[in-house]
């Protein structure tokens, strides 16, 4: 069973700083974009940033300057740094991977985290 596990959000207030951690775990062959999205209430899931398993990066306009994504391999884990935090920044973000498991290799599959809730606020 592959689980995707977010951690490192909470309230920060704005110009603040955060670090978002995703780890994927279970029997695992390759994974190859992991990516964070974001919720705010009443608004659509939007992509924040991904990085491809080479390392290719590719932010929100909304984000970009303020943000870097990383990823370490070995660790199958992937990494939101989020600078200079404003309040339109608030919401709960996902983690997501697009991954071949080991029971289906050949086959890719998304799976996404349970979320984590960032609130900006003073």
């Known amino acids: 069973q592959v689980q995707l596990v977010e951690s490192g959000g909470g309230l920060v207030q704005p110009g603040g700083s955060l670090r978002l951690s995703c780890a994927a775990s279970?029997?695992?062959?390759?994974?190859?974009?992991m990516d964070w999205y974001r919720q705010a209430p009443g608004k659509q899931r939007e992509l924040v940033a991904a990085?491809?398993?080479?390392?290719?990066?590719n932010y929100a306009d909304s984000v970009k300057g303020r943000s870097s994504i990383s990823r370490d391999n070995a660790k199958n884990s992937v990494y939101l740094q989020m600078n200079s935090l404003k309040p339109e920044d608030t919401a709960v973000y996902y983690c997501?991977?697009?991954?071949?498991?080991?029971?289906?290799?050949?086959?890719?599959?998304?799976?996404w985290g349970q979320g984590t809730q960032v609130t900006v606020s003073s």
């Open positions: 997501h991977a697009k991954l071949v498991p080991n029971s289906a290799r050949g086959y890719e599959f998304s799976y």
């Open positions: 279970g029997s695992i062959f390759s994974i190859n974009v």
């Open positions: 990085i491809s398993s080479a390392g290719s990066t």
